[in-house]
């Protein structure tokens, strides 16, 4: 079982950054693929990035390609997005997730609390 809690949202103005954080619980921690969620109001859940258990490969969604970077530091059972260049249209609850086996853009094992990401126009 793996527990994930995140943190760092807020609200930031368009063009501005954010960097979420997700600490995992676990001795297995570094097996486990990562990635990131959000959904925003009314609309369905939607992958944003990902990242396989060494870091060495990384996933995203188009709609955040060249703004967001997603990391991990196993030595500290945490995962990372840094968001740049915010839009409002990024404005979401992001959920962070951890796969048991590969990463996946439609689904996922686990799944953390959310934290809410308002860009501000």
């Known amino acids: 079982q793996v527990q994930l809690v995140e943190s760092g949202g807020g609200l930031v103005q368009a063009g501005g950054s954010l960097r979420l954080s997700c600490a995992a619980s676990?001795?297995?921690?570094?097996?486990?693929?990562m990635g990131w969620f959000r959904q925003a109001p009314g609309k369905e859940r939607e992958f944003v990035a990902a990242?396989?258990?060494?870091?060495?490969?990384?996933y995203y969604a188009d709609s955040v390609k060249g703004r967001f970077t997603i990391s991990r530091d196993n030595a500290k059972n945490t995962v990372y997005l840094q968001m740049n260049s915010l839009k409002p249209e990024d404005t979401a609850v992001y959920s962070c997730?951890?796969?048991?086996?590969?990463?996946?853009?439609?689904?996922?094992?686990?799944w953390g609390q959310g934290t809410q990401v308002t860009v501000s126009s």
């Open positions: 997730t951890a796969y048991r086996v590969r990463v996946s853009t439609t689904r996922a094992d686990y």
């Open positions: 676990g001795r297995t921690f570094g097996s486990y693929p």
């Open positions: 990242i396989n258990w060494s870091g060495g490969r990384t």
